[in-house]
């Protein structure tokens, strides 16, 4: 079982008889909305109870859907698994698991950008789906993920099959998932996560 399942299983247990897994959630898409400088794709949106949350990927979904349909959902494809995540997302929002929820403005990317590079400090880091001119700032970058120290996954790279080898192999403690998107899983699974400007 990868992450993403792993955390639709402790929001199932979580929601027991909150009622959330029988409210409606709306995934949408904002084509105006600015994402996360580590992120490319369009901004999916899911709205809950109140609450909007993000997941940019290449392969947005639009549907009015339950959080008890992901219960026994087998997230084999790309699609199925971002959708998964925008709700991951929403309702751990709601049930203020996770703070962030949205991002930042672009007015803050480069003061995140720059927190970043003194948090890595020296060491070597890569990406897995990180945007080529995101990585460019960091002095000490590889190119793969095998002989890196450090290790920032996107939203396209939570959803994609080497992000699942990775997060369940032997270098997971390496990674450091980056973005409003990876919130919801980051949360409810205790991993490493960097969005310090991201809005809730």
């Not at 409210?23 to 109140?50: H, K, S, W, Y």
């Not at 549907?63 to 995540?85: G, I, Q, S, V, Y």
């Not at 309702?91 to 927190?115: K, N, Q, T, Y």
Request: aromatic fraction near 6%; proline fraction near 5%; charged fraction near 25%.
């Amino acid at each position: 079982m990868d992450s993403i399942k792993r955390a639709v299983k402790k929001l199932q247990e979580l929601s027991l008889h909150t009622g959330c897994e029988d409210g409606n959630i709306v995934l949408q898409v904002n084509p105006d909305r600015t994402v996360c400088q580590f992120e490319r794709g369009a901004c999916m949106e899911a709205a809950f109870g109140g609450r909007v949350a993000e997941f940019v990927t290449f392969e947005p979904t639009r549907a009015t859907t339950r959080l008890a349909f992901l219960f026994d959902a087998d997230l084999l494809k790309p699609a199925h698994r971002a959708a998964a995540c925008a709700i991951i997302n929403v309702i751990a929002g709601f049930l203020c698991i996770s703070r962030v929820r949205r991002s930042c403005p672009r007015e803050c990317h480069a003061a995140c950008r720059a927190d970043l590079l003194r948090e890595i400090g020296e060491r070597r880091v890569g990406g897995l789906k990180i945007p080529a001119p995101a990585l460019e700032s960091f002095p000490y970058r590889t190119t793969g993920t095998g002989d890196c120290e450090v290790i920032l996954v996107s939203s396209e790279g939570l959803i994609s099959q080497a992000g699942c080898t990775l997060m369940d192999g032997p270098v997971k403690d390496r990674v450091l998932l980056v973005g409003p998107s990876t919130a919801g899983v980051a949360s409810l699974e205790n991993l490493r996560h960097w969005c310090p400007y991201g809005k809730g």
